[in-house]
């Protein structure tokens, strides 16, 4: 009953959208001197968004921009335990590249935390949009395309950004480092979390990559998981940085942003945002 429902809002999503693609831009990149380092160029992200906790201004987290007024991050990016943040304990900071450069008045508290319905700690259904009061896009912020269609990542290279730390008990990154993971397929993430099933379940809900020595680490949760659309040449928001091993060296299970598009564009329907997003992917 539950995959019929999802089909159904999902059928009623891609319509309601299919005229947005003229009206909303989204998924750019902004190509600059380092392109084949670790390290990302200022601006190059322009979805990007960095959650800073107050007053420590200490990133704790990422996220991705979605609308003028939305940010997508992990659901437990946003909770105590089985609390939601309180929205004035933290803030969120755009179209930064380096941490060195933020300043106070650039950390932004969000007007609201909504957390999906069935979101359970430690991890199911770990997803969550910050509204914003209003995010002012220009050339280095901007949002991603959201997948109008279930999105089948194994097998494609995916990008990562993120401030987390650069190596297993390290420091985290103070410049925005971007990696490129790999697309597997689920049953590798069951295998590698198989004893701790009686926390969290791996399920359709999840995506699941990899890439030796450079996966995800602590401090990149809710972060995006992008896709290079070929046909459209756009950045397509993906996945969200959930969970991994501590060691940071083996497959990381995802937020599968495909799965919770009618949920998301039922949030952003109330405000009257547009969704970005594309019929290609």
Request: aromatic share 12%.
């Amino acid at each position: 009953m539950l995959k019929i429902t999802f089909l159904i809002l999902l059928y009623f999503f891609c319509t309601k959208c299919s005229g947005f693609e003229s009206n909303c831009n989204c998924g750019w990149r902004n190509f600059g001197k380092i392109i084949g380092g670790e390290k990302s160029d200022d601006g190059e992200w322009p979805m990007m968004a960095a959650l800073m906790s107050k007053p420590e201004n200490v990133q704790f987290c990422g996220g991705t921009i979605i609308s003028n007024h939305h940010v997508l991050t992990a659901g437990h990016c946003v909770h105590a335990r089985y609390k939601k943040l309180p929205v004035s304990s933290f803030g969120v900071v755009f179209g930064i590249n380096n941490l060195d450069e933020v300043k106070p008045s650039n950390i932004i508290s969000p007007k609201k935390i909504i957390a999906h319905p069935n979101y359970v700690w430690p991890l199911s259904y770990d997803v969550a949009i910050l509204v914003m009061k209003s995010i002012e896009f220009s050339h280095n912020i901007g949002p991603a395309c959201l997948p109008l269609k279930k999105f089948n990542a194994v097998g494609k290279t995916l990008h990562h950004t993120g401030w987390g730390m650069v190596k297993a008990y390290g420091m985290g990154s103070r410049i925005l480092k971007k990696t490129k993971l790999e697309g597997v397929d689920l049953d590798l993430c069951n295998s590698t979390f198989a004893q701790y099933e009686h926390l969290v379940k791996i399920r359709e809900h999840h995506l699941c990559t990899y890439q030796p020595a450079t996966s995800q680490c602590k401090g990149d949760s809710g972060g995006p998981i992008l896709w290079d659309d070929p046909k459209t040449k756009r950045y397509y928001l993906v996945g969200l940085i959930s969970f991994g091993w501590y060691s940071c060296d083996t497959p990381s299970v995802n937020v599968d942003v495909s799965y919770f598009v009618p949920w998301i564009y039922q949030i952003l329907s109330t405000t009257g945002d547009d969704v970005c997003a594309f019929q290609e992917l």
